[in-house]
């Protein structure tokens, strides 16, 4: 099993960027693909982005262009770059890890980060 951490949110105006980063221990990591999710408050938990093993990415319509993964395999981490940040943004920020894509994509991987807070005011 994986162990993930979260660090990098914050507070930020709307129109800045932060770097969300997720350190994985515990196993080969590279051999995972690896996704974002977040939870705004009264809302479920919702599909952000994703970058399989093969370096292929996935994102939600709401962040395309504005959001993108990357992963450093010899850090164990993968990044989440938030650009052109919008109140509409602002949740608690989930890594999660999966052997298997769909399960990375769908939300139910099986490793889960605690979550690193993001609020992004007017």
């Known amino acids: 099993q994986v162990q993930l951490v979260e660090s990098g949110g914050g507070l930020v105006q709307a129109g800045d960027s932060l770097r969300l980063s997720c350190a994985a221990s515990?196993?080969?990591?590279?051999?995972?693909?690896m996704g974002w999710f977040r939870q705004a408050p009264g809302k479920e938990r919702e599909f952000v982005a994703a970058r399989w093993i093969d370096g292929s990415t996935y994102y939600a319509d709401s962040v395309k262009g504005r959001f993108t993964i990357s992963r450093d395999n010899a850090k164990n981490t993968v990044y989440l770059q938030m650009n052109s940040l919008k109140p509409e943004d602002t949740a608690v920020y989930y890594c999660?890890?999966?052997?298997?894509?769909?399960?990375?994509?769908?939300?139910?991987?099986?490793?889960w980060g605690q979550g690193t807070q993001v609020t992004v005011s007017s």
């Open positions: 999660a890890a999966d052997r298997l894509l769909v399960s990375v994509i769908r939300g139910t991987s099986s490793a």
């Open positions: 515990g196993r080969t990591f590279s051999n995972y693909g």
